[in-house]
């Protein structure tokens, strides 16, 4: 079992940054491939970025890239979402996740969730 925990969170005016992390308690993420989801009020939940290892690769959502960027700590102890040129259209509670290997795609096959954290950006 893991258990994810996120923090960065909070309000921030269109055109600011935040920094989102995910950390898995009491161990590093080892193997796990780590994706960052949003779900909006009365909207579906959505994949925003992932990152796997061997080698190391990242993918993202069209409507995050070139503004969003997955990272962790050489460690592994957690896992980052720098969210610059925020626009109103990112509010959404933002959750992390974890997968176990064998990968599937990247949007789907997550097997631990976090309890997310809320972005707010006002316009």
């Known amino acids: 079992q893991v258990q994810l925990v996120e923090s960065g969170g909070g309000l921030v005016q269109a055109g600011g940054s935040l920094r989102l992390s995910c950390a898995a308690s009491g161990r590093t993420l080892g193997s796990y491939a780590m994706g960052w989801f949003r779900q909006a009020p009365g909207k579906e939940r959505e994949f925003v970025a992932a990152i796997r290892w061997n080698p190391i690769s990242t993918y993202y959502a069209s409507s995050v890239k070139g503004r969003f960027t997955i990272s962790t700590d050489n460690a592994k102890t957690a896992v980052y979402l720098q969210m610059n040129s925020l626009k109103a259209e990112d509010t959404a509670a933002y959750y992390c996740?974890?997968?176990?290997?064998?990968?599937?795609?990247?949007?789907?096959?997550?097997?631990?969730w976090g309890q997310g954290t809320q972005v707010t950006v006002s316009s």
């Open positions: 996740a974890a997968a176990r290997p064998p990968y599937g795609n990247w949007y789907s096959g997550y097997d631990y």
